[in-house]
């Protein structure tokens, strides 16, 4: 199991990260809150939860009771494979999502009352930055051919809908 950096922190380091902005917030998850792990790993993490976790790429966690000082991304490092083929070049478009899916949640807490809204917003929020993140780094291309052959095995409908959902955000992104 491949651990980057992910020691717990107090409130106060949240509270200052958070202060500091928003690329300040993306940077102190992508050095110090990832956890790239093998499929068992990821599954036995979520699955404790009761969540699916078979497939998927990545999720996070936050506890909005501890102060949100609990904030992990974790990452299916086998899911980036595609037949032999490794896509490790493309897990910080992943760990992008999570953390812009974070930064929303975090500061509309208070906001937002209601949850389901909060996250499907974060979820859209996300999906763009992401996108555009792809673009940043040249792997757009490349992104969106793996997550389509990623989600080809996925039950209908969820994997049409992954792909119709990414190629949406793919597209919007390109014309910024």
């Given at each position: 199991?491949?651990?980057?950096?992910?020691?717990?922190?107090?409130?106060?380091?949240?509270?200052?990260?958070?202060?500091?902005?928003?690329?300040?917030?993306?940077?102190?998850?992508?050095?110090?809150?990832?956890?790239?792990?093998?499929?068992?790993?990821?599954?036995?993490?979520?699955?404790?939860?009761?969540?699916?976790?078979?497939?998927?790429?990545?999720?996070?966690s936050h506890s909005?009771?501890?102060?949100f000082s609990d904030?992990?991304?974790?990452?299916?490092?086998?899911?980036?494979?595609?037949?032999?083929?490794?896509?490790?070049?493309?897990?910080?478009?992943?760990?992008?999502?999570?953390?812009?899916?974070?930064w929303y949640i975090?500061?509309?807490?208070?906001?937002?009352?209601?949850?389901?809204?909060?996250?499907?917003?974060?979820?859209?929020?996300?999906?763009?930055?992401?996108?555009?993140?792809?673009?940043?780094?040249?792997?757009?291309?490349?992104?969106?051919?793996?997550?389509?052959?990623?989600?080809?095995?996925?039950?209908?409908?969820?994997?049409?809908?992954?792909?119709?959902?990414?190629?949406?955000?793919?597209?919007?992104?390109?014309?910024?």
């Amino acid at each position: 199991m491949l651990v980057i950096e992910s020691s717990l922190v107090s409130e106060s380091e949240t509270g200052i990260v958070l202060a500091s902005g928003r690329e300040a917030f993306f940077d102190w998850i992508e050095k110090k809150r990832v956890r790239v792990v093998d499929n068992g790993d990821y599954r036995k993490r979520w699955e404790e939860y009761g969540f699916d976790a078979d497939g998927e790429l990545a999720r996070s966690s936050h506890s909005p009771w501890l102060g949100f000082s609990d904030i992990e991304v974790w990452v299916n490092e086998d899911a980036f494979r595609v037949g032999k083929k490794f896509f490790g070049d493309l897990i910080p478009l992943v760990v992008r999502h999570e953390a812009s899916e974070l930064w929303y949640i975090v500061n509309n807490w208070e906001r937002i009352p209601d949850r389901l809204m909060l996250h499907k917003a974060a979820h859209r929020r996300a999906l763009g930055d992401e996108w555009i993140y792809a673009f940043e780094l040249g792997k757009s291309e490349e992104y969106l051919n793996f997550l389509c052959k990623h989600s080809s095995w996925l039950p209908l409908p969820y994997g049409s809908l992954f792909r119709k959902e990414n190629r949406r955000a793919c597209k919007k992104a390109k014309g910024k």
